[in-house]
């Protein structure tokens, strides 16, 4: 769940008009870290787009929740979709019950340091975005 919740306040972020959300794969990756993949309806008017070192750590105040990382993934333009696939785990000091619920009952106080670089494919032009603070909260109603 909170690698979806990186996900998508990634994408909502960085300007990508996100209208649906799939979860099409979700497994153990060990006893504190989940791996899957997404499809996330987008609508990409721009050239194709190259995100790459996509990470994220979400918080609740100043504690560590999850770490983040999904695998690089090309948005080609005029994309209406793209699926990603990253993997969640827990942070040292935290554990999976303290996410969980966190996830489920505090949502308000949860917020995501997000950082990828996003490369237009044909320029080759890159630029790194960083995001501190970001409300999952805000961004999870903005995509409604």
Request: aromatic share 4%; proline share 1%; hydrophobic share 40%.
């Given at each position: ?76 333009a005029g ?21 969980m619920f ?43």
């Open positions: 769940m909170f690698r979806q919740l990186i996900l998508i306040t990634l994408l909502s972020a960085f300007s990508f008009n996100l209208s649906t959300f799939n979860i099409t794969s979700i497994n153990r990756a060990g006893a504190r870290s989940l791996k899957g993949s997404v499809v996330i309806g987008v609508d990409n008017k721009s050239s194709d787009v190259i995100i790459s070192d996509i990470k994220g750590t979400v918080y609740r105040g100043e504690t560590a929740l999850v770490n983040g990382k999904a695998e690089d993934v090309t948005i080609p994309s209406n979709k793209v699926s990603v696939s990253g993997i969640a785990t827990v942070c040292p000091g935290s554990s999976v019950w303290i996410a966190a996830a489920l009952s505090d949502i308000d106080s949860l917020t995501a340091d997000i950082s990828c670089t996003l490369t237009d494919k044909a320029s080759g032009k890159s630029t790194l975005v960083e995001k501190k603070g970001v409300s999952l909260k805000h961004y999870l109603n903005s995509n409604k």
